[in-house]
């Protein structure tokens, strides 16, 4: 099981598959970024990509197998994460797959470290766009994780957790499930919190996931205007992936190409594949 341990104590759970250019996969799932979120999407990125590339997916920090201090979320520290993971590989570039909330993540990595990506898929970009969607629409994701604590308490919380470490499909847990499921002395560590401490840290988290200020959330939404790697764009079809969004991305970055919106329906899958695994070997250093 590989892992990697950072300065704070977190720990990173990822796994490599196939030989060739790097690929770094970012999960959807916002709080719960982890390699198993892929097994419902419309296609496996390890399964298919691997067959051309080397594949690297990781559970980002308080989600699936990784753990981490219960600190508010960080696309820095997210980034900063995962340039550890190909550091630990020996990888300086890789390219970038990623999809719904993993998109976010993707931005601030090419933000933070433009030179070690070098193209990024981007499918159902999360982000706000006025005429179908408010911030709201991302802080209520967390309505169940603040009034569950404050209705029944941290022991119910830490059972929660235990029975489903899931965020997405088990929000009461709070978004530091995996650790509370599988760590007794930080069960401890959140048993010894007053309850309203406990749910200021869920408020923290939740506004380090989805700030204000930036359609984007994780980057300045000026910074589109000349990121500096080449972008697939998988658009969006719900409030939370808005497909309007997705065109004005492929609007405004210098090198993006934007996919018809039913790119996942069971007649396009195959040529949608086809597409990603050329974009990225068009995009592969020489």
């Not at 970012?26 to 999407?41: C, H, Q, T, V, Y």
């Not at 931005?107 to 990506?117: E, G, I, K, M």
């Not at 978004?175 to 923290?204: C, K, M, N, T």
């Not at 989805?210 to 359609?215: I, L, Q, T, V, Y």
Request: charged letters at 20%.
């Amino acid at each position: 099981m590989p892992e990697i341990e950072r300065p704070d104590g977190a720990r990173l759970h990822y796994e490599v598959s196939g030989d060739g250019f790097p690929v770094l996969l970012l999960a959807p799932g916002g709080a719960d970024s982890r390699i198993g979120m892929w097994e419902s999407n419309f296609y496996h990125p390890v399964t298919e990509l691997s067959r051309h590339f080397r594949v690297i997916a990781m559970d980002q920090r308080y989600a699936g197998r990784s753990t981490a201090p219960a600190e508010p979320f960080s696309y820095e520290q997210g980034a900063a994460d995962q340039l550890a993971v190909l550091d630990e590989l020996g990888i300086d570039q890789a390219h970038i797959v990623s999809a719904g909330g993993g998109t976010a993540q993707a931005w601030r990595l090419a933000h933070d470290a433009p030179q070690r990506v070098s193209s990024i898929v981007a499918q159902t970009p999360v982000g706000i766009d006025p005429a179908v969607n408010s911030l709201s629409t991302y802080l209520r994701q967390f309505d169940e994780a603040m009034r569950f604590p404050r209705a029944e308490g941290l022991t119910s919380v830490i059972a929660a957790a235990q029975r489903d470490s899931r965020f997405a499909a088990n929000p009461a847990a709070g978004p530091f499930a995996g650790r509370l499921h599988s760590d007794p002395e930080f069960r401890e560590q959140v048993l010894a919190l007053r309850r309203e401490r406990y749910i200021v840290r869920v408020v923290r988290f939740r506004d380090g996931l989805w700030p204000a200020g930036s359609a984007y959330f994780s980057v300045p939404e000026e910074w589109m205007t000349r990121c500096p790697a080449p972008l697939l764009l998988l658009p969006g079809s719900d409030s939370a992936h808005p497909e309007l969004l997705a065109k004005r991305i492929a609007d405004e970055a210098p090198e993006a190409t934007l996919l018809d919106a039913d790119f996942a329906s069971a007649g396009k899958r195959a040529e949608t594949v086809g597409t990603i695994v050329s974009f990225l070997t068009t995009h592969t250093p020489r």
